[in-house]
Structure formats: C-alpha cells, structure tokens
C-alpha cells in the first residue's frame, strides 16, 4: 500500500549538478523523518541525508556543502539537489520513510557522474 517512487536520476558531469525526487503514497509522512540513502557498487548503503517534520536536517560529511534536502508536506515528497557532483557520489540513491519503527524504501534511481 505504502508507495515510495523516486525519479531525476541520470548521468552528468562531475561539477555538475542533478535532482532527484522522491513522491510517497498510500500514506502520509508529514510527521515522519525522511531521507535519502544511496548505495554504490561493492559498497553499503549509506546515509546520505535527512530531514524532520520540522524541517531539520542532516547530511553526511561527505555531502554537506554540496547537497541539499528538503520536503514538501502537502504534496507528500521529498527531494536531493545535488550540486557540485563527484564521481564517488556514483550509486544509486534510495528514498526513506519512517513510520512506527518501520522503514519503507523506494527502488532507487541511479545516479552516474562522469569524471
């Protein structure tokens, strides 16, 4: 029942800049943490960002600067601007929800910065 789609994945440039979009449905997370994980090859997945429903949020050390979350309650999403990419944030990055200690996860978009 509980849906998370992401989309804006997709090659670019390292230097250059891509946003990916997370819509949720079957539920509403206006009151849940929110995130973005990714996960590349040979690799765990890993933490890239979060943010509260009071909008606070948090990134990795090796985002930050760089990377931008936010969310749109109404609307039920939750969105990655990734700004000055390098090719190590090449993986494929993964929408989360939490809900009641459950986590609910998208399929992943991929995301490929060339060197």
């Known amino acids: 029942q509980v849906q998370l789609v992401e989309s804006g994945g997709g090659l670019v440039q390292a230097g250059g800049s891509l946003r990916v979009s997370c819509a949720a449905s079957?539920?509403?997370?206006?009151?849940?943490?929110m995130g973005w994980y990714r996960q590349a090859p040979g690799k765990q997945r890993e933490l890239v960002a979060t943010i509260t429903r009071f909008y606070t949020t948090n990134y990795a050390d090796s985002v930050k600067g760089r990377f931008t979350i936010s969310r749109d309650n109404i609307k039920n999403t939750v969105t990655l601007q990734m700004n000055s990419l390098k090719p190590e944030d090449t993986a494929v990055y993964y929408c989360?929800?939490?809900?009641?200690?459950?986590?609910?996860w998208g399929k992943g978009t991929l995301v490929t910065v060339s060197s």
């Open positions: 079957g539920s509403s997370f206006r009151n849940n943490l």
């Open positions: 989360n929800a939490e809900s009641s200690g459950m986590n609910y």
